[in-house]
């Protein structure tokens, strides 16, 4: 089993940064995607940004594209979430989640933003930004 716990949130202006981390810890499983999603209040959770831990392939949601990059230490059992030029709009929970799942689009491996694709999930960091 993996155990996710992330942490780096906090509350910032509009346009300010932040960068969030999970820490993987506990029995070692094979997991060939992690990723961050957000969940605001009163929607759906929805998958912000994605990495195949095998290849390094990244996917981004359109609404984060250009302000977040979401990175990996393996040899910390770490991932992390540089978000800059934040917005009102990302005001969120965010979770850390690992999985096996890996979709494919021709020859290019990727890890999808879809909740269902994930096994294991942390407990969430709020990231709240003020206009």
């Known amino acids: 089993q993996v155990q996710l716990v992330e942490s780096g949130g906090g509350s910032v202006q509009a346009g300010g940064s932040l960068r969030l981390s999970c820490a993987a810890s506990?029995?070692?499983?094979?997991?060939?995607?992690m990723g961050w999603f957000r969940q605001a209040p009163e929607k759906d959770r929805e998958g912000v940004a994605t990495?195949?831990?095998?290849?390094?392939?990244?996917y981004y949601a359109d609404s984060v594209k250009g302000r977040f990059t979401i990175s990996q230490d393996n040899t910390k059992r770490t991932l992390y979430l540089q978000l800059n030029s934040l917005k009102p709009e990302d005001t969120a929970m965010y979770y850390c989640?690992?999985?096996?799942?890996?979709?494919?689009?021709?020859?290019?491996?990727?890890?999808?933003?879809?909740?269902?694709?994930?096994?294991?999930w942390g407990q969430g960091t709020q990231v709240t930004v003020s206009s």
């Open positions: 989640a690992a999985g096996r799942v890996v979709r494919r689009n021709g020859s290019n491996w990727y890890c999808g933003g879809t909740s269902d694709d994930y096994d294991y």
């Open positions: 506990g029995y070692t499983v094979s997991v060939n995607c």
């Open positions: 990495i195949y831990t095998g290849g390094g392939s990244t």
